[in-house]
Nanobody, 124 residues
Framework: QVQLVESGGGLVQAGNSLRLSCQVS????????MAWFRQAPGKEREYVAS????????HYARSAKDRFTISRSVVQKTLYLQMNHLKFEDAAVYLC?????????????????WGQGTQVTVSS
């Protein structure tokens, strides 16, 4: 497994942008794919977007498509999530996940690597 640390969260006005980062450390030679999830208070964890680490192929949840962009830097071992036109409903703790095993874009479970999350708050 790898270790993941998210950053970049904060307070942002609705309509503005924010970029999240997820730093990867540890043995990542077998890293297959990574993803962003989010969890708002009282709600289940929700899939946002994913990317194949080697090829850069991306996939988005319907709620993120056209506003969010997932990307990665293999050299810097960092995953990103660019979030534009933020809405109130985007407020949540955003977590990154990493898997060595193949799977569907949103298929991550507790056995994979997870970060602690970074809080995103959207204000009026």
């Amino acid at each position: 497994q790898v270790q993941l640390v998210e950053s970049g969260g904060g307070l942002v006005q609705a309509g503005n942008s924010l970029r999240l980062s997820c730093q990867v450390s540890g043995h990542n030679n077998n890293l297959n794919r990574m993803a962003w999830f989010r969890q708002a208070p009282g709600k289940e964890r929700e899939y946002v977007a994913s990317i194949l680490w080697r090829f850069g192929t991306t996939h988005y949840a319907r709620s993120a498509k056209d506003r969010f962009t997932i990307s990665r830097s293999v050299v810097q071992k960092t995953l990103y999530l660019q979030m534009n036109h933020l809405k109130f409903e985007d407020a949540a703790v955003y977590l990154c996940a990493a898997a060595a095993r193949p799977g569907l874009p949103e298929d991550y479970h507790n056995g994979d690597s997870w970060g602690q999350g970074t809080q995103v708050t959207v204000s009026s």
